[in-house]
């Protein structure tokens, strides 16, 4: 067990409440994984599938994998989630990315972690507990897992051409 504990996960929920303070700080002396998609239209769409048609359909009803045929009478909902995270997902964007100053941040962009998954997992080990790497180790358990992007945004009926330009978001500069 690394002198690290468990790690735990958090998502930020209330980074979008004003009268409630943020679960972390960027500023905090401590090293953390920032995990965020490169566009905006991808990680609306992840959160579309993942958060909200989970707490609709609960996680057994959840479509999986390509799920075209689902989607198809989706849009306007889609839309209408979108426009209603619009806010949050600023703030995330600002807060995590933008003004995350702290040395210690990884900034680890999920679809260079799908090409690259060795070069990110190798980083991460090393900077909560160097003594854990393995290489032979690490290169074993990726060989196992199924590390590969599982649902193409691109061939999706929820695709928005110009999505920025038609919701007004911004995606995230590369870090």
């Not at 920032?34 to 566009?39: E, L, N």
């Not at 426009?83 to 600002?94: E, L, P, V």
């Not at 702290?102 to 962009?109: C, D």
């Not at 193409?152 to 051409?161: A, D, G, V, W, Y």
């Amino acid at each position: 067990m690394s002198s690290w504990g468990q790690l735990p996960k958090n998502h930020d929920v209330p980074v979008h409440k004003a009268k409630m303070l943020p679960l972390l700080r960027t500023d905090e002396d401590m090293p953390y994984i920032v995990q965020y998609r490169r566009d905006a239209q991808s990680t609306l769409n992840a959160m579309y599938r993942n958060v909200y048609l989970k707490g609709l359909l609960g996680r057994e009803n959840r479509p999986k994998g390509e799920t075209s045929q689902y989607f198809a009478g989706q849009r306007d909902d889609f839309v209408r989630f979108c426009k209603g995270k619009r806010d949050y997902y600023h703030s995330f964007i600002q807060k995590w990315i933008v003004n995350n100053d702290n040395p210690q941040a990884y900034f680890l962009e999920y679809y260079d972690f799908l090409e690259r998954p060795e070069h990110h997992l190798e980083h991460i080990i090393k900077i909560f507990d160097p003594d854990l790497y393995d290489r032979e180790k690490l290169q074993n358990t990726i060989k196992a897992m199924d590390i590969r992007l599982r649902y193409n945004l691109q061939t999706c009926p929820l695709l928005i051409h110009n999505f920025n330009e038609k919701l007004d978001f911004v995606d995230p500069p590369k870090r």
